[in-house]
């Protein structure tokens, strides 16, 4: 059974950065794509990064793009998010996701591309 353990979220001010990780263990896979989703309250679970083990291809939503790096570490089967220049509006709870294989790119962004799901981590930002 696969697992995902997110961790590094908290509470920070704008302007701020966080850094996310989640750990993915209990499966065997030639490669994967991992990704990082967010949900705010009352509003639906948005796409935020993905990146692809094999060839390492990223994807970012907009509202992210220069300030958000997703990446990985092999050894560790660990994806991380670098959250930098916090915004209020990204308050919200993150949930990494994973998917056995390579996600083609055009779905890199759709939560229904992704088997496997964390807890989620929230983080706030507020002054």
């Known amino acids: 059974q696969v697992q995902l353990v997110e961790s590094g979220g908290g509470f920070v001010q704008p302007g701020d950065s966080l850094r996310l990780s989640c750990a993915a263990s209990?499966?065997?896979?030639?490669?994967?794509?991992m990704a990082w989703f967010r949900q705010a309250p009352g509003k639906e679970r948005e796409f935020v990064a993905a990146?692809?083990?094999?060839?390492?291809?990223?994807a970012y939503a907009d509202s992210v793009k220069g300030r958000f790096t997703i990446s990985k570490d092999n050894a560790q089967n660990t994806v991380y998010l670098q959250m930098n220049s916090l915004k209020p509006e990204d308050t919200a709870v993150y949930y990494c996701?994973?998917?056995?294989?390579?996600?083609?790119?055009?779905?890199?962004?759709?939560?229904?591309?992704?088997?496997?799901w964390g807890q989620g981590t929230q983080v706030t930002v507020s002054s």
């Open positions: 209990g499966g065997t896979f030639s490669t994967l794509t």
């Open positions: 996701a994973l998917r056995g294989g390579r996600v083609i790119l055009s779905a890199l962004r759709s939560p229904s591309s992704y088997e496997y």
């Open positions: 990146l692809r083990w094999s060839g390492g291809n990223t």
